[in-house]
C-alpha cells in the first residue's frame, strides 16, 4: 500500500491491498474510508475484506493536517518539506467493530451533537442556523462546523452573534464559520437576510429553524403580530419560502424545525374544528405567554409534516424535532419563575 511505503514501513498484508482503481483515504476525524476512481464512488468498507478501520493515535511528529481550497484534507510533513493527500497514520490503522445495539437504541438522552456526527466528514455541506449565538443552536453551529461544514449562525443581536464565532474558532482556528443578522420579529429583516445569502452564491444543504421566545410578555412586532408567534414560526416560514428555491437547486437537503413535545397541550381549531387564526396572533386580552409557546412550536410541527410532503419529491427533506424537556438554556431568561422552574429541573434534564 502506498500509504505504508510512504510511512517507511512494507506492506505484510497482501489481503488488505486495495484492487487497481481505489484509494484509502481518511476523514478529519480519522475514519478510514475508500475511494473507487473507476465508478466514481466511495464506501467505509474495505472492497476485499468489507472491515471498517480508524486510525490509531494522533499524526507523527512534525506532521501537520490541512485543508485545501475544495475542503479536502491534506497533510504536511514539516520535517522533510513535503506534502501529501496520503494521511500518514494509515499505516497505523485499527479495526472498527462496532457493538450492535441491542434492545437499547444507538442514540439515547445521554448522547451528544459531537457523538453522533463521529466519524462524519461535512466538508462542503453549507448550514444556517437562526438564533445559533448560544444555548442548543450554538451547540449545533459549533458541532457542525468542527466537522468540516461551512456555517452561518443568523442572529439578531450580531455581538452575539461574532462572540460566538470566536468561541468556535478558538476550538478549531479553520473553521468556516461566519455570523449574519437576522431578527424574526422582522419580516423585514428576514428579506434582507436571504437576499444577503443568496448573494453569496453558495448551496444551502441544511437550513435549521432553532430560534425562539418563550415566556415573553404580551408585544406587537413591527408587522403587527404578537411576537412568539411570529419569532417562533412566522418568521421561519418566512425564511423557508424565500429559501426554497436554493434549497431545491441544493439537494439533497433538508429543513429541521426545533419544536417541542408543548405542541401536544394546545389547540388552534375553533369550536367547528376550523382554523382560529385568532388564536394565533392572540390579543393582550387573549394571551397567555405558555399557550402562545405551545401554538407556535404545533405550527412548527404542521408546517415542516407539510413542507416535507410538498418537497421531499424534489430532494428536500424535513423534519421536526423535540430537543428534550426543559433543557437549561437561556429561552427562560424572561421571567424569574420560568428561571426558578428550570434551574429546579435542572440535574433531572438533559444538559447542554
Same mark, same amino acid.
Given at each position: 500500500?502506498?500509504?505504508?511505503?510512504?510511512?517507511?514501513?512494507?506492506?505484510?498484508?497482501?489481503e488488505?491491498?486495495l484492487?487497481p482503481?481505489?484509494e484509502?483515504?481518511?476523514?478529519?476525524d480519522?475514519?478510514?474510508?475508500? *475511494?473507487n476512481? &473507476?465508478?466514481?464512488k466511495?464506501?467505509? %468498507?474495505?472492497?476485499?475484506? @468489507?472491515?471498517?478501520?480508524? /486510525? *490509531?493515535?494522533? &499524526?507523527?511528529?512534525?506532521?501537520?493536517? %490541512?485543508?485545501?481550497?475544495? @475542503?479536502?484534507?491534506?497533510? /504536511?510533513?514539516?520535517?522533510?518539506?513535503?506534502?501529501?493527500?496520503?494521511?500518514?497514520?494509515?499505516?497505523?490503522?485499527v479495526?472498527?467493530?462496532?457493538v450492535?445495539?441491542?434492545?437499547?437504541?444507538?442514540?439515547?438522552?445521554?448522547s451528544?451533537?459531537?457523538?453522533?456526527?463521529?466519524?462524519?466528514?461535512?466538508?462542503?455541506?453549507?448550514?444556517?442556523?437562526?438564533?445559533?449565538n448560544?444555548?442548543?443552536?450554538?451547540?449545533?453551529?459549533?458541532?457542525?462546523?468542527?466537522?468540516?461544514?461551512?456555517v452561518?449562525l443568523?442572529?439578531?443581536?450580531?455581538?452575539?452573534?461574532n462572540?460566538?464565532?470566536q468561541?468556535?474558532?478558538a476550538e478549531?482556528?479553520?473553521?468556516?464559520?461566519?455570523?449574519?443578522?437576522?431578527?424574526?420579529?422582522?419580516?423585514?429583516s428576514?428579506?434582507h437576510?436571504?437576499?444577503a445569502f443568496?448573494s453569496?452564491?453558495?448551496?444551502?444543504?441544511?437550513?435549521?429553524?432553532?430560534?425562539?421566545?418563550f415566556?415573553v410578555?404580551?408585544?406587537?412586532t413591527?408587522?403587527?403580530?404578537?411576537?412568539?408567534?411570529?419569532?417562533?414560526?412566522?418568521?421561519?416560514?418566512?425564511?423557508?419560502?424565500?429559501?426554497?428555491?436554493?434549497?431545491?437547486?441544493?439537494?439533497?437537503?433538508?429543513?429541521?424545525?426545533?419544536?417541542s413535545?408543548?405542541?401536544?397541550?394546545?389547540e388552534?381549531k375553533?369550536s367547528?374544528?376550523?382554523?382560529?387564526?385568532?388564536?394565533?396572533?392572540?390579543s393582550?386580552?387573549?394571551?397567555?405567554?405558555m399557550l402562545?409557546?405551545?401554538r407556535s412550536?404545533?405550527?412548527?410541527?404542521l408546517?415542516?409534516?407539510?413542507?416535507?410532503?410538498r418537497?421531499s419529491?424534489?430532494?428536500?427533506t424535513?423534519?421536526?424535532?423535540?430537543?428534550?424537556?426543559m433543557?437549561?438554556?437561556?429561552?427562560?431568561?424572561n421571567?424569574?419563575?420560568?428561571t426558578?422552574?428550570?434551574t429546579?429541573?435542572?440535574p433531572f434534564?438533559k444538559?447542554?
Amino acid at each position: 500500500m502506498a500509504a505504508l511505503k510512504y510511512a517507511g514501513l512494507e506492506d505484510t498484508d497482501s489481503e488488505e491491498e486495495l484492487p487497481p482503481g481505489w484509494e484509502e483515504r481518511t476523514t478529519k476525524d480519522g475514519w478510514v474510508y475508500y *475511494a473507487n476512481h &473507476l465508478e466514481e464512488k466511495t464506501q467505509w %468498507e474495505h472492497p476485499k475484506s @468489507g472491515k471498517r478501520k480508524r /486510525v *490509531a493515535g494522533g &499524526l507523527p511528529y512534525g506532521w501537520e493536517q %490541512e485543508t485545501d481550497e475544495n @475542503g479536502q484534507v491534506y497533510f /504536511v510533513d514539516h520535517i522533510n518539506k513535503r506534502t501529501t493527500y496520503l494521511d500518514p497514520r494509515l499505516a497505523f490503522t485499527v479495526e472498527d467493530t462496532p457493538v450492535k445495539p441491542t434492545t437499547r437504541q444507538k442514540y439515547d438522552g445521554n448522547s451528544t451533537a459531537m457523538e453522533i456526527l463521529q466519524g462524519r466528514d461535512l466538508s462542503g455541506k453549507v448550514v444556517i442556523i437562526t438564533g445559533a449565538n448560544s444555548g442548543i443552536g450554538f451547540e449545533t453551529a459549533k458541532s457542525l462546523a468542527l466537522h468540516g461544514a461551512y456555517v452561518i449562525l443568523a442572529c439578531r443581536n450580531m455581538s452575539r452573534g461574532n462572540e460566538a464565532v470566536q468561541r468556535i474558532l478558538a476550538e478549531w482556528h479553520k473553521a468556516k464559520v461566519e455570523a449574519m443578522t437576522l431578527d424574526l420579529a422582522s419580516l423585514q429583516s428576514v428579506q434582507h437576510f436571504a437576499e444577503a445569502f443568496k448573494s453569496k452564491n453558495v448551496p444551502l444543504h441544511i437550513l435549521i429553524c432553532n430560534a425562539a421566545v418563550f415566556g415573553v410578555p404580551w408585544c406587537l412586532t413591527e408587522d403587527d403580530l404578537e411576537s412568539t408567534f411570529q419569532v417562533n414560526h412566522l418568521g421561519h416560514f418566512y425564511l423557508v419560502q424565500l429559501l426554497e428555491d436554493i434549497l431545491r437547486r441544493s439537494s439533497p437537503a433538508r429543513v429541521v424545525m426545533v419544536s417541542s413535545e408543548s405542541h401536544r397541550f394546545t389547540e388552534i381549531k375553533d369550536s367547528s374544528g376550523k382554523l382560529d387564526f385568532s388564536l394565533l396572533s392572540p390579543s393582550k386580552k387573549e394571551y397567555w405567554a405558555m399557550l402562545a409557546y405551545n401554538r407556535s412550536k404545533l405550527c412548527n410541527i404542521l408546517f415542516s409534516n407539510e413542507l416535507n410532503r410538498r418537497l421531499s419529491p424534489h430532494g428536500v427533506t424535513s423534519n421536526a424535532v423535540h430537543p428534550g424537556n426543559m433543557i437549561y438554556s437561556s429561552i427562560h431568561r424572561n421571567w424569574w419563575l420560568y428561571t426558578l422552574l428550570f434551574t429546579l429541573a435542572r440535574p433531572f434534564t438533559k444538559s447542554m
